[in-house]
């Protein structure tokens, strides 16, 4: 099989690397390296438990873990991934068999265009081989039954699709998809949350003057980073008789913040997979001057998540552990 990528609108065009190799060939190349007797010996449990027929996994819907498509690629068969949409008739890139590499998509399928655009108000710029995912192509739909208006939005008068979807160009001419313009998160689940919706519902709090959702298709459920509301924390330093500075690291203080957390997201009738799982205290104080809100004092997503990359890390380790 051969494919190349090229990228329209966002920098010199950019082609894949061209492999050929036999569908359904045994897992004996991982890394460049010969396993024929981890695969005979150490892998042949992991193999049966497939049937010991499986040639190639195809994964879409949702980003593959890294650390599973290595696995199975080592043990059972080559895997690889896809990306696409309903509105695109489905496949819109895939991984070429025999490229090892993981956390993309691949390069465009035959007679679909891809093109990066700005979205700027989320910090990505076509420039930088980033943006906003546009699809074009005979495969692409014509619009929505009954909804001019939704199609409009949806389609550009030269027939680009937008995804909503924000990625970057790899140095290989492979695409990866980092963000969502639309803030539609589908969980581990397969449901999906409105991070903006739940950001409302958790803000009603008293103890939150700013809530940032963090969601993934690898998480059961949501976790939160919260601004902490400054006077309700010295509130409760002073009644602890704790330094405000170490506050918003006390369990205890932060404990009370996920009851009443709790308690917003049952005032609002929210589903099980839209409760939190964990959250993390933030007292720095989120503004448009240390750019963690835009002038309209609306979250910069992707600035706070890079602020709070530990303490997202943390989360995500407790909720493994549960």
């Known amino acids: 099989m051969y494919q190349s990528s090229t990228s329209i609108g966002s920098g010199p065009a950019r082609a894949a690397p061209r492999h050929r190799v036999p569908l359904g060939g045994p897992a004996t190349v991982h890394y460049g390296l010969s396993t024929w007797l981890l695969d005979s010996v150490v892998f042949r449990c992991t193999r049966s438990g497939t049937g010991d027929r499986l040639k190639i996994v195809i994964a879409g819907g949702v980003p593959l873990n890294s650390h599973v498509q290595r696995f199975i690629a080592a043990t059972v ?40 655009v700005d979205a700027a108000a989320e910090g990505y710029f076509a420039r930088h081989g980033q943006g906003e995912i546009w699809v074009r192509g005979p495969s692409v739909f014509k619009g929505y039954l009954n909804a001019l208006d939704l199609t409009r939005e949806i389609i550009t008068s030269d027939g680009w699709l937008r995804t909503g979807d924000i990625g970057e160009w790899t140095s290989a001419g492979q695409l990866r998809v980092v963000d969502r313009r639309k803030n539609l998160i589908k969980l ?12 409302a519902a958790y803000g009603t709090s008293q103890y939150v003057a700013n809530v940032c959702v963090v969601a993934s298709a690898l ?27 170490e506050a918003a690291s006390c369990s205890a ?25 964990a959250i993390r205290v933030d007292a720095e104080p989120w503004t448009p001057e240390n750019g963690l809100l835009t002038a309209a004092n609306k979250l910069r997503r992707r600035d706070i998540c890079c602020v709070n990359q530990p303490s997202i890390d943390e989360m995500l380790a407790e909720i493994k552990s549960l």
């Open 77 to 116: 068969c080559p895997v690889i991934q896809g990306y696409g949409l309903t509105e695109a008739s489905g496949l819109v890139m895939v991984q070429i068999p025999g490229n090892c590499s993981v956390c993309n998509v691949g390069a465009p399928v035959p007679s679909v265009e891809i093109k990066l």
């Open 188 to 199: 581990a689940s397969g449901k999906y949350i409105a991070l903006e919706a739940l950001e």
């Open 219 to 245: 998480m059961p459920r949501p976790c939160a980073l919260v601004n902490v509301n400054a006077a309700e924390l010295t509130h409760w330093a002073r009644a602890q008789n704790v330094p405000d500075t």
């Open 253 to 277: 203080f932060r404990d009370l913040i996920a009851a009443d957390l709790a308690c917003a997201a049952r005032r609002n009738n929210l589903q099980r997979q839209e409760q939190l799982a």
